[in-house]
C-alpha cells in the first residue's frame, strides 16, 4: 500500500507564507506526476497545481498564479507547495496527490491520481 505523507500546515495571517512537504517513502516520485488539490469548507476539491515527473511541465490554477509554486527535489523524493501571499480563499484542507507516468506533461483533474495523502489543514486569519 502506497503511503503518502504531507507535513507543513498550520495557521498563518493572510499576506503570510507557508510552506508544505509531500514524501512517499519507497515510492520513486521521479516516475510520479504529482500534485497538490485542496478542499475549502463546505466546497469541492480543486487542482492547485501539477508538476510532471521532470518538472518540464507546471500548471496553476488561476486563484494561486503568481503566488503559489510546486518545487520537486526527485533526489530527496520530496514534493513542496510553497505558497505566498496568502488570502482568506486559500483556508482549506491540502492534499498531495501522485500518479504514475513517465511522459513529460501533468493532470489537472483529481481523477488522474492514483495515490493519496491524507490531507494537511491550512488556515488563513485576517
Not at 53 to 78: C, H, K, L, M
Not at 90 to 107: Q, S, V
Request: net charge negative.
Amino acid at each position: 500500500q502506497v503511503q503518502i505523507v504531507e507535513s507543513g500546515g498550520g495557521l498563518v495571517e493572510a499576506g503570510g507564507s507557508l510552506r508544505f512537504s509531500c514524501k512517499a517513502p519507497g515510492l520513486p516520485l521521479d516516475n510520479y506526476v504529482m500534485a497538490w488539490f485542496r478542499q475549502p469548507p463546505g466546497k469541492g476539491r480543486e487542482g492547485v497545481p501539477c508538476v510532471s515527473r521532470g518538472s518540464a511541465s507546471t500548471w496553476y490554477a488561476d486563484s494561486v498564479e503568481g503566488r503559489f509554486t510546486i518545487p520537486r527535489d526527485n533526489a530527496q523524493n520530496t514534493l513542496y507547495l510553497q505558497m505566498n501571499s496568502l488570502e482568506l480563499a486559500d483556508t482549506a484542507m491540502y492534499y498531495c496527490a501522485a500518479t504514475p507516468d513517465l511522459g513529460d506533461f501533468c493532470y489537472r483533474s483529481q481523477y488522474e491520481y492514483d495515490h493519496w495523502g491524507q490531507g494537511t489543514q491550512v488556515t488563513v486569519s485576517p
